[in-house]
């Protein structure tokens, strides 16, 4: 089944290449990359075409939209995908080689798994340095009553998401202020199974650029 990698980005010229790169080097395939630029004034539009160019293999779309926040942004993506499960990617951030497939593993091998995350490490952007091997306690299974009290699983990047279910809980709420994906991740476990890769499979990367929201 095809697995839909939706890029938020926003001003990430100099990051992207980099998020791209990793989806192309997944041992999973087929893939497509969906980027909603999120108003960027930068290059994000050349760098992303460049980059197509040089890997025909892999579909990709650019979409542009005036800038109104990264959650609007996945939401585009969701809406433009075609692939059976959802992945989203910060520009900013990568993926290891074996993530994808990791996860596709645990959701092809049960129906009642809706979602799965991974583990992470927190890398310097700039340098590679590697700050922490961030110890999250990764719940899995009918995680609902332990996210209504606080979110102990893992950031957007670190996620793979039935598109059934995407639909069905109806996506990121945009009028909230913040923690989209924390209120997500409440609605999806009210519905399915949640299941984790214990496994740092996401170098989540700290850099002195733009984020995607304040």
Known sequence: PLVSVIIPSYQRARLIADALDSVACQTWH?????VIDDGSSDATEAVVTAWASQHPEIPLRYRWQENAGGNVARNHGIREAQGTYIAFLDSDDVWHPDKTVQQLALLQGDDGIGAV???????QAETGEVLREAGLALPSGDILSRLLVRDETGPTSAWVIRKTHLDQVGGFDPDLAARQDWDL??????VTRISAVDAPLLDLRHHGGPRTAS
Not at 30 to 34: D, K, M, R, S, T
Not at 117 to 123: A, D, I, K, T
Not at 185 to 190: S, T
């Open 185 to 190: 991740w409440i609605r999806l476990a009210a």
């Open 30 to 34: 087929p893939l497509e990359i969906v």
């Open 117 to 123: 995350y991974c583990g992470l490490r927190e890398v």
